[in-house]
């Protein structure tokens, strides 16, 4: 069973779907359990999740398809986050703010597992680096909910190298979920991939298609970027999308990019990256166009 | 004793005096001592100097005291910092620069030794990071004034985290000095925090009111920041100074903020920070305040 | 014999000829051996090459050399490095990327011995850090063929901390090939040279001379730059190479500068600088006029 399988190791479906906008696909019940179906079919059977999606609603949307379809549960992988203090209607905060004390981390993934009508959670992150962060104490925190069978595994997102090294000396940490793509490669050079490859962790990569910007944006990069990609995928015979994901997938550190789209089809060009071996010439080629310049 | 103590664990008092202004406060020397024994009297017992404080002069003022009070030196736990060759009337370097070598470090270190009238330094800090530090040969210098029982603890100023490192794997560091305020919160992202935590090591925190430049500054940042810690003072009862050290003294890292006040007034409000709860909540309005943007 | 002890613990001259401009000197094959001979009586006997110098026809212009005078390769050490895939009139690549695959690493190391005439380089570098790095299959190939006798150390170049790190966990770097001069002083604060030191390596360094813009740039900081050093060489009564050299030399981690001289003064005045000591206030001067302000 999957989720025993991941109490040892964490593994993750080679791509993931992030469900942070499913607030605004309007599905009905039914259209979510089909709409899972057909991820799950298609060898996604990874959901990333969080606390605040959604304005704190995404979760249950999704919940209500499990509720609905026992079945599937078994089937997948869980991924929620949780350290946001987001301002919203109910929650009247001055500012947006991080909170990664015991009673918080505690309470929120707790809601999450009643959101989604589970009773552990393969993976959860602190969503981003909390600059008050007791190390020792939310290690603690997250032992606790382990052996409680809440949580299977425990990540970040977002973290420096140190804000990384700092809580996996308290708490073996699975991952750290990171942005990458042909719009924002920061990653590949402020040491966070390279401490993930040390480790032999692989990174959750987040917005591969910059958030869409890759398709839509009018500005000097992404016109560079978008004439460059779309020169390699008519030859490769591929969609934008498909490169991009091509693009994240070709990196060492094996990471998982999270797509975070409805459409099927999108879902689709998502996972057809897998068979898409690109080489090094192109994938320098999107990075070159992404700067502006040449390698050095 | 408390000298005996710091020899296997440094401590110091929660809050930290600092002496880089003594010259400036035109005092006599029973005044010095009244001074010292009301600092004492508030909890505040250890206090920070640095060899070039006051170009050169500003030791000897405090060790004045202390010869006057021979009672007071066994209350306190003295600071020194070396490493710096400053221009002055006596030193005409072409240009400020710095020196690690074992001779300045000793001539340093002994003259801060008769300066403050003391026969050890609880702790001394290389005050800059210097390119030209042979890690190696200083931590020798380290060993040999410890078994000389000139200085219980050696630690750095303004280090950064592979400068740290580099000296750290030679001779075990006690604290690194940096800078963190309201107004000043590079030390938050570069790692220096992340690792003293790290390596369980409480750093100490100058300037936490930004040189005064917190109450007086008509900068944008400052102003901001000034408005929202008003807002935040006037609801908690207490003072901007309160709250800045509040502040400092909320992060994980269990900091020993130094105070640079005369004013026994000042002191006061620096250790009633001791008793202020400061929530996240506020403390991240500050962050927001001062970065001029929410947090992501 | 030099190559026998470089198999245990490399040891490269003091000074390190660079031949990245070979080409451009236009000698005959009798005068390549005699420019060889001289360096090797002033004490140069580390040569720095990379596979792609001069169009990817420098080595083979030094190899010539070595093939006509058999007797000189036994009293020095080779040094080459791989990587990068330049664009040029047989290699029609898009753009210039880089490979540290198995097969072109292999490719080109075998190139090189055969362009240099040689068995074995003492010393082989990766050129640059190449983000698609397989650590682990790239450190393979350097077992491989250090196995096969073709490659005694293996270091890289223009590494970051992290990059560095990632593959010297896999395999036993040697050096990182990094630029410092007068004019960029990057290498001082990004923690390379503190990682060197910690690690106990020597850096060697790439355009000490700054690519010869430190005797011809108009630009602020090299006219400030020659002004102080002028100042301070003419006090030394050195040149203005030699004071460069030995503002290099006096970094503590002990760095093999390169020089990419062809005239045989400028390789005696970069020798001329171990002869040199530069004390602390001089080399700081010269970093406060490359910097055009004091230490903090």
């Keep these: 069973m999957t989720t025993a399988r991941a109490a ?9 779907a992030g469900l942070w906008r ?3 696909w309007n599905l009905s019940v ?13 060898g996604i ?3 990333d999740h969080a606390d605040i999606y959604g304005d704190y609603s995404a979760e249950a949307l999704f919940g209500e398809a499990l509720h609905a379809a026992p079945g599937l549960r078994g089937r997948m992988q869980l991924v929620s986050k949780c350290g946001i203090r987001l301002r919203s209607t109910q929650r009247t905060y001055r500012v947006n703010h991080y909170d990664t004390a015991a009673t918080y981390v505690r309470t929120q993934v707790e809601q999450s597992l009643r959101n ?4 552990q959670l393969e993976l959860v992150l602190i969503h981003r680096p909390d600059y008050l962060m007791d190390a020792a104490a939310l290690a603690e925190t ?3 909910l382990t052996r409680e069978g809440k949580v299977a595994h425990w990540g970040v997102s977002n973290h420096s190298t140190s804000q990384f090294a700092l809580l996996h000396q308290h708490h073996a ?8 793509s042909p719009l924002q490669m920061d990653a590949l050079d402020d040491g966070t991939l390279d401490q993930a490859q040390q480790l032999g962790l692989r990174p959750m990569i987040w917005s591969p298609l910059a958030g869409g910007r890759l398709f839509s944006d009018e500005d000097e990069q992404a016109v560079r970027v978008r004439a460059e990609m779309e020169t390699v995928a008519a030859r490769l015979g591929i969609s934008l999308t498909t490169l991009a994901f091509a693009w994240v997938l070709r990196h060492p550190s094996r990471p998982y990019p999270i797509t975070g789209t409805r459409r099927v089809e999108g879902l689709r060009e998502a996972v057809a990256a897998l068979d898409v071996s690109l080489d090094a010439e192109d994938w320098y080629a999107i990075w070159t166009a992404s700067k502006g310049h040449g390698v050095p």
């Design 8 to 16: 040892s190791e964490l593994e993750l479906s080679p791509i993931v």
């Design 22 to 24: 499913i607030t605004e």
């Design 30 to 42: 039914q259209e979510r359990v089909r709409w899972i179906e057909q991820a799950l079919e298609l």
């Design 45 to 47: 059977t990874s959901f």
């Design 116 to 119: 989604l009508h589970t009773e």
């Design 142 to 144: 997250f032992a606790t």
């Design 173 to 180: 940490l699975a991952t750290n979920q990171l942005e990458l």
